[in-house]
């Protein structure tokens, strides 16, 4: 972006206006490849909520060690995204102010966990800037959709993209989204990753787990763990159980998580009459998590396009894959990504209850091969572990050092 010249090392600074202990997909991505980071981080991120409950959860997080990260929660986040809206511009004002104060003396590295707001905050900041700076943008698929319904968010991506020195996708898929919009944004695709080790959970341990659920052995289970809503598609799975235990599949399915659609799911394994074949354990912690995948035979999440809300790739994909068990995904967006499909799972349609039915068939009658793509998943899990795709983003940025330095950088004007 700005030129001016500095000796003083960079500095580098994570721009997202949500955060962990919250959990998300794309913050747990940024908070594992810069807790590895090489130097400090910052993380600059909303103030702590009024709700006094989730903010001291938030400062109990803060307080605990998190790697090269330093995490600064004083941004303004605005009810409303609209550059019409005179709350809006005063929020990117004070964020943009307080970026600088964070900058340090020279060149500044800013990582944005998306086009918008932060992204645009982020550009804002280059723009208004005297100092050098690069501008880092993660693109994830979901919010891509969204700014092509808006003509104010698809003007931010648009601006956002074509002035980023890099955007980092998730998918080959989300590579698309982003090139539709900005046909000349420099785009490498880095998968998401996933913490391999800690599915490694004993035999006896997750068959423990397993006997709470209160199944018979010959029980196929399945599981999804994931928010519930519309395009994580719970219900076509609630449907097949009640299918396919019409045919005599001994299936069974753990809902995990919480979300919107969680009445009407519930409501839906009543009316099948399945309701003692279908678990909601609800929200809960990392641990139990894990232990639903060790304990479950197959891993399920058919999500399907709703609107403008897609799948941009699935990091529960390699989780299950990381657990050992075989996942059957979608089609639509980035899924078919993070299976492959033949090897460690099945790829469907969604869509259709015939194809969601038939995978769960095939699996559930076919012991061997669950276990050899639960074999071929702990491979696939390992090449993605966490720390693989933290150094793929540091040599990525560090290339864009070197480009500078040989003279070779050329954004185009934004």
Not at 82 to 110: E, I, K, T, Y
Not at 127 to 144: D, M, N, P, V
Not at 399 to 407: D, V
């Amino acid at each position: 972006m700005n030129s001016t010249p500095h000796s003083s090392a960079p500095v580098d600074v994570v721009v997202t206006y949500d955060f962990l202990p919250q959990i998300g997909g794309a913050h747990t991505w940024l908070y594992e490849v810069y807790r590895r980071w090489d130097t400090a981080v910052q993380l600059y991120t909303a103030a702590y909520p009024q709700d006094p409950a989730v903010a001291a959860r938030a400062r109990k997080f803060d307080s605990e060690a998190h790697g090269a990260l330093r995490i600064v929660r004083s941004a303004h986040v605005s009810e409303t995204l609209s550059l019409l809206d005179p709350r809006c511009l005063r929020q990117f004002a004070h964020n943009v102010a307080d970026l600088r104060r964070l900058r340090g003396p020279g060149h500044v590295r800013l990582h944005s966990l998306r086009a918008f707001p932060e992204g645009f905050t982020s550009y804002l900041y280059a723009k208004t800037s005297l100092r050098r700076s690069t501008l880092i943008t993660y693109a994830h698929g979901e919010e891509i959709m969204i700014a092509k319904t808006s003509r104010q968010l698809g003007f931010m991506a648009r601006r956002v993209y074509s002035a980023s020195d890099l955007v980092i996708v998730n998918s080959e898929n989300t590579r698309g989204l982003v090139l539709d919009i900005s046909p000349d944004a420099k785009i490498v695709c880095i998968h998401p990753g996933v913490a391999s080790k800690s599915f490694a959970i004993g035999r006896e341990e997750a068959s423990s787990y397993r006997q709470s659920w209160c199944w018979p052995p010959e029980a196929v289970v399945l599981c999804t763990v994931a928010r519930m809503e519309a395009r994580k598609n719970h219900a076509a799975v609630i449907r097949a159980v009640s299918a396919l235990r019409r045919e005599g599949c001994p299936v069974a399915y753990v809902c995990g998580g919480d979300g919107p659609e969680r009445p009407a799911l519930e409501a839906l394994a009543r009316s099948l009459g399945v309701e003692s074949w279908v678990r909601f354990p609800g929200p809960m912690p990392e641990r139990d998590k894990q232990l639903i995948f060790c304990a479950s035979d197959i891993h399920i999440m058919p999500s399907i396009q709703v609107g403008a809300m897609i799948e941009g790739f699935g990091i529960v994909f390699l989780e299950a894959a990381a657990a050992g068990k075989p996942s059957i995904c979608g089609r639509s967006g980035g899924q078919a990504e993070a299976v492959k499909d033949g090897v460690t799972g099945i790829v469907v349609d969604g869509a259709s209850e015939a194809e969601v039915c038939a995978s769960i068939r095939r699996l559930a009658a076919d012991s061997d091969l669950r276990r050899a793509m639960g074999e071929a998943g702990l491979s696939w899990a390992a090449q993605h572990d966490w720390g693989h795709g933290a150094r793929l983003v540091r040599e990525q940025v560090a290339s864009l050092a070197g480009n500078e330095a040989a003279g070779r950088t050329d954004r185009p004007a934004a």
